[in-house]
């Protein structure tokens, strides 16, 4: 089970750290990312963070405003947003993959758990 927490509204130039929870005893065996979804848009990917090693991968256009890191002691993924834009207003949404690395998520449709998601909403 995955839960997000940390959205909510905030002006253009803030920053929110998105956190998503898991539950069980192998989530350092598991591939994460973030994904977003806007009104009226179809869902992608966000940001990327393989089960080994923590290679990331990152959209171009959150890239140098966003870092993804995991800290496996805790079972938690984190998603640091910085300098937001209105156009990063969406829902956000945590997956994993048993064993997924940054190429492997990047070439699914859909992924072994989500969370239910959390708002993020920047205004101008």
């Known amino acids: 089970q995955l839960v997000e927490s940390g959205g909510g509204l905030v002006q253009a130039g803030g920053s929110l750290r998105l956190s998503c929870a898991a539950s069980?005893?192998?989530?350092?065996?598991?591939?994460l990312g973030w994904f977003r979804q806007a009104p009226g848009k179809e869902r992608e990917y966000v940001a990327l963070?393989?089960?080994?090693?923590?290679?990331?991968y990152y959209r171009d256009s959150v890239k140098g405003r966003f870092a993804i890191y995991r800290d496996n002691a805790k079972n938690t993924m984190y998603l640091q947003m910085n300098n937001l834009k209105p156009e990063d207003t969406a829902s956000y949404y945590c997956?994993?993959?048993?064993?997924?690395?940054?190429?492997?998520?990047?070439?699914?449709?859909?992924?072994?758990?989500w969370g239910q998601g959390t708002q993020v909403t920047v205004s101008s």
């Open positions: 997956a994993a993959d048993y064993l997924g690395t940054t190429n492997s998520m990047i070439s699914r449709e859909d992924h072994d758990h």
């Open positions: 963070i393989s089960w080994s090693a923590g290679n990331t």
């Open positions: 069980g005893s192998t989530f350092s065996s598991y591939g």
